[in-house]
């Protein structure tokens, strides 16, 4: 869940101006290191060039802002990379810019991603001026040997008081970033972590489980031996007992790695699990809108350049850095990942002649998984099961072969089988 900078938006007709709820993901792709599991998008910082970064997000904002003509911000999240890095008032910037363009709700969700570090914590103030009314805190651990291990830059103490000013500065709106399946972790030693972040959080939790990704320098460790990582059946049981100690705690799970209480949900990203519309800024950031400025009726779904240097050279040039594609995958992709899943209702305003029965209904394999209680597909829609929604990246590819075989040949002939009506 890392490439988070975007603008969203939620419309059930296109008119001539998009009055909808639309939110921003600002992507500030540098770091001050690479930890050792990460495969994103992330440059070493370079300070030389924050300025020009910083005048390229405002204008590539407003580019897109009016390619999309959205009449109303309601959410905007700083996502990295480490924005927390940046200057507080490269965001004050980079909102004031949006602001010209499309009104900000006056309750719009302003989430900043945040490094634990003592750099970190003592912006906080300066950030929540700047307009930030959101804190995501990356603790990832409360062990400091495993904080070393994934080559974290911050420590416990450091983790614990960063939620302590977070929450004094944005009381509800903090959340916590925890990752398991970390090399040497048991479901003891999770079980006991997890009740400790429990005394100190506030309310919402979002639960990773540590993926070794080929190319990364634990990938090589791993191949290497010289550590190792639990296996497949303990990280499902630390995710099972995460689940039911989260829900003791009045914790209730709305996505696959997310948990909130007293209401506390990311709007933001909810709007991008139900297929909002949305824009990215930023190296490597991805959006999703119809762009009615250039007389464009389908729904397209962007990504932008990755290289910083690159992208910023093309925003110079051209106003922004897009490259396009149109995929109705990611409906599927995102809508799975709530426990709601996705309703026929939902999926028509993607696929208005395809409805879900007819893609999944008569699929052996997923009668299969509907027999063995892993998923259900009926009058509300389409959804994992409490037991599969554990087992999604098994269930998926059986999802998307079955969405590949009816509208790879269609997408061939004409593109317009994926407009948003």
């Known amino acids: 869940m890392n490439a988070k900078s975007c603008i969203i938006c939620d419309t059930n007709t296109i008119l001539q101006k998009q009055h909808m709820s639309f939110c921003s993901l600002l992507q500030w792709p540098y770091c001050l290191r690479r930890c050792s599991y990460c495969n994103f998008n992330k440059y070493i910082s370079r300070s030389s060039s924050d300025n020009i970064m910083t005048e390229c997000l405002q204008k590539e904002a407003q580019t897109l802002l009016q390619l999309s003509q959205v009449s109303c911000i309601t959410s905007v999240f700083l996502g990295g990379g480490t924005p927390s890095l940046a200057h507080p008032s490269t965001f004050a910037a980079v909102l004031e810019s949006i602001s010209q363009h499309a009104h900000i709700h006056h309750n719009a969700e302003v989430t900043l991603e945040v490094n634990p570090t003592p750099l970190g914590r003592s912006k906080l103030e300066d950030f929540y001026h700047a307009g930030v009314n959101r804190f995501s805190v990356g603790v990832q651990t409360l062990n400091d040997d495993d904080l070393v291990v994934l080559l974290r830059d911050h420590s416990s103490h450091d983790a614990l ?81 995460a689940r039911a100690v989260l829900h003791q705690h009045n914790f209730q799970q709305y996505e696959v790695s997310n948990f909130a209480r007293h209401n506390a949900v990311s709007h933001h990203n909810l709007s991008y699990w139900k297929g909002r519309q949305y824009i990215g800024v930023g190296p490597g950031a991805h959006g999703r809108f119809v762009p009615l400025g250039e007389g464009g009726v389908c729904r397209e779904a962007r990504t932008q350049t990755l290289e910083p240097e690159v992208w910023m050279c093309e925003v110079q040039k051209m106003g922004h850095g897009t490259r396009r594609r149109i995929q109705i995958e990611e409906v599927l992709v995102m809508g799975m990942r709530m426990t709601k899943g996705i309703t026929h209702k939902h999926w028509q305003r993607f696929s208005p002649h395809v409805n879900l029965h007819h893609i999944f209904g008569s699929s052996p394999d997923v009668q299969d998984l509907q027999q063995s209680g892993k998923l259900i597909l009926d009058e509300r829609g389409l959804r994992c099961s409490y037991e599969g929604l554990a087992l999604l990246d098994s269930i998926l590819p059986t999802l998307l072969l079955e969405t590949e075989r009816i509208y790879t040949p269609k997408q061939k002939d004409n593109n317009s089988f994926y407009n948003a009506r």
């Open 161 to 241: 008081r960063t939620i302590e000013e977070a929450s004094r500065l944005c009381p509800g709106r903090v959340s916590v970033d925890l990752m398991f399946g970390r090399p040497g972790q048991t479901v003891r030693s999770w079980d006991t972590e997890l009740r400790e972040v429990l005394q100190i959080c506030d309310d919402h939790l979002s639960l990773y489980q540590l993926t070794v990704e080929r190319g990364t320098q634990l990938f090589k460790q791993v191949q290497r031996g010289e550590v190792t990582v639990p296996e497949e059946e303990v990280t499902a049981e630390m995710y099972q007992r």
